[in-house]
């Protein structure tokens, strides 16, 4: 990756002046020594709207760095300095491993204030980086977000700024307590939860459609749930609409249940060969093909006339596993009966 | 009936409203006497995989979360982010139902 390499250079604090972002800092703290620092914090939040393109599990990651972009203090530009540094020594380049390290660039650690004394001067810049190596190395697990849980009263204005990220992978959570927050683990768990829940939310409402513009937790519920009633009702309708069309003969509920090695209908054959061609009517709106299945449905209809027979391979699409899967399972069946 | 046990069939048990879905059909089903048998290992397992009762209700959006869990099988023992996930799965999986239907019911009307 280009960044990381970018990242060496970016030790060298003096070139780096020209690159200051067109990111407004907080102007509070504009002295030539953060104005240095802000590259690496620059760098650091590149990397981080970089992960910002990955999947939703990142989506926190971009909220977070937003909210990085008033950090003033020196202690965090340091320690992501650090932390960035680590990242051109650290063996580990996969992108999960960066977008880790990056999180864990966006701590705020109470060591550095003991070496905040001597910012500029390199080997102060060791000492965190060696101790994020090993921090590195040790949360070194894919997806893993950690922090630190840092109950210490000395809150800098940064941690304000910082939302707690989740762990959803590790056995444990580390959270930072943000400033004015309770600090409590009941407390904690609480955030940590409402958290999931506010992503979650999130992804329903991308999944309904409509609902990104509306705001306000009760009203997209109410989206939702109205979505699922349509939904629902709409199944209803068309297979109703299907049944009177098809006649149901021998619908074995047995085929459902795979412990239960029932007799199951002849019409087993059809779903061999449904899947097989209904992977190629994926993208739904192959019209002709359906036909010709239809025709060749009818034509075997005292035989295979089932139509939850005929559903079930179609229902194959709908394992979002991948499709492969179920028709294994169907091929897997069959062989039961044989 | 059918089509949900067909779609509930397919998502296999992966899934907490699968799960319920295909209990519930099971149960409706035995006492209709249309399995031929009773199969308990499965219940064994299903057993296992139920949930107990949520412990934290959050309080706000308390009724639509549940009237959110009437629609969603088995929603009525799960936990709220649980909730979210499984209704997430459950739309996915509604939606694609939807279009297969549709697809078939535009093929069906030559055929008649």
Known sequence: MERIGDVESSLQFGEEIERLMTIPHESGTASSFTALLKLPANQAMELLHDSSEKPYDYSLNCTSSSSHLHFPSNLDLLERASRLSVFSTAAAQDSPETTNSSQNSLKVKNEPTETDSNPKSSPEISDPMSQTQTKCQRSGKRKGREKKVKNSSKKSKSAENEKPEETEKLPYVHVRARRGQATDSHSLAERARREKINARMKLLQELVPGCNKISGTALVLDEIINHVQTLQHQVEMLSMRLAAVNPRINFNLDNLFPAESGSLVEGNFPSMVMPLTWAQVQPIGNRQQQQQLWHFDTLHQPVWGDNPNFITPENSLLSYDSSANSVSMHSNRLKMEL | ?112
């Open chain 2, 1 to 112: 009936m059918v089509a949900d046990a067909s779609m509930a069939s397919v998502v296999g048990y992966k899934r907490a409203w699968s799960r319920a879905m295909l209990w519930k059909i099971r149960n409706q089903s035995r006492r209709h006497g249309l399995l031929a048998k009773k199969s308990n290992s499965h219940a064994n397992r299903l057993r296992k995989s139920k949930v107990v009762k949520p412990k934290i209700a959050k309080t706000e959006n308390f009724d639509q979360a549940s009237e959110l869990r009437k629609l969603v099988p088995g929603g009525e023992a799960m936990e709220y982010s649980n909730l979210l996930e499984e209704t997430a799965h459950y739309i996915k999986c509604l939606t694609t139902q939807v279009g297969i239907f549709d697809e078939l019911v535009k093929g069906e009307i030559v055929d008649i």
